[in-house]
């Protein structure tokens, strides 16, 4: 199976700062067939961003995600107090699907 | 409006069997995967297997394969996840979402709220 790890562990930023996160796969993905999701504390994880960089259902601008085959990234340009939580990759290229560890991104 | 609602906490002692649900509505429950997601106590996401409703199609991650069931009642837009004899680290809580499917295997644009599963003597 596909592994993904994910970095940093963790993300300290002030609101405002622009966050950047990476996913690596360990072997392709099959070009974009990766997501980002976010998980705040007793929550469920809800889809960011699909098929690479395209954006779920009211996802706002600030989020964007880029990359092919084995490295992804996933950017916030502004940071807004409610975008602190843990967020995951998963890739659905090959069975079975797979997340990353999570990064964490807290405030500063 | 698209809403999973999944069955609520369990307790339960090591051996016993337990089915946990995810109540589907909203949307046409045969044409969309419903996959399952494990979260342990301080810990992140792992996928578990997924279920195409409207022929049973059902895909488990080897390390879940043989440790549980993934099945639909599609007369009552439900999806099932179960157990027949639980271990202490099993504890969990546990995730169903609705799947799109990419290559291979599916990722999930609407989830349910969680079940939390206590095994414990």
């Known amino acids: 199976e596909i592994v993904l790890t994910q970095s940093p562990g963790t993300l300290s930023l002030s609101p405002g700062e622009r966050a950047t996160l990476s996913c690596r796969a360990s072997q392709s993905v099959g070009s974009t067939y990766l997501a980002w999701y976010q998980q705040k504390p007793g929550q469920a994880p809800r889809l960011l961003i699909y098929d690479a960089s395209s954006r779920a259902t009211g996802i706002p601008d600030r989020f964007s995600g880029s990359g092919s085959g084995t490295d992804f990234s996933l950017t916030i340009s502004r940071l807004e107090p409610e975008d602190f939580g843990v967020y995951y990759c998963q890739q659905y290229g090959s069975s079975p699907g797979t997340f990353g560890q999570g990064t964490k991104v807290e405030i500063k | 409006e698209v809403r999973l609602v999944q069955s609520g906490a369990d307790v339960k002692k090591p051996g016993d069997s337990l089915k946990i649900s995810c109540k589907a509505s909203g949307y046409s429950f045969t044409t969309y995967w419903i996959g399952w997601v494990r979260q342990m106590p301080g810990k992140g996401l792992e996928w578990m297997g997924s279920i195409y409703p409207g022929d049973s199609d059902t895909t488990y991650s080897p390390s879940f394969q043989g440790q549980v069931t993934i099945s639909v009642d599609t007369s009552i837009s439900t999806a099932y996840l179960q157990w027949t004899s639980l271990k202490a680290w099993d504890t969990a809580i546990y995730f169903c979402?609705?799947?799109?499917?990419?290559?291979?295997?599916?990722?999930?644009?609407?989830w349910g709220q969680g079940t939390p599963v206590t095994v414990s003597s």
């Open positions: 979402a609705r799947g799109l499917y990419g290559s291979g295997s599916v990722y999930f644009d609407y």
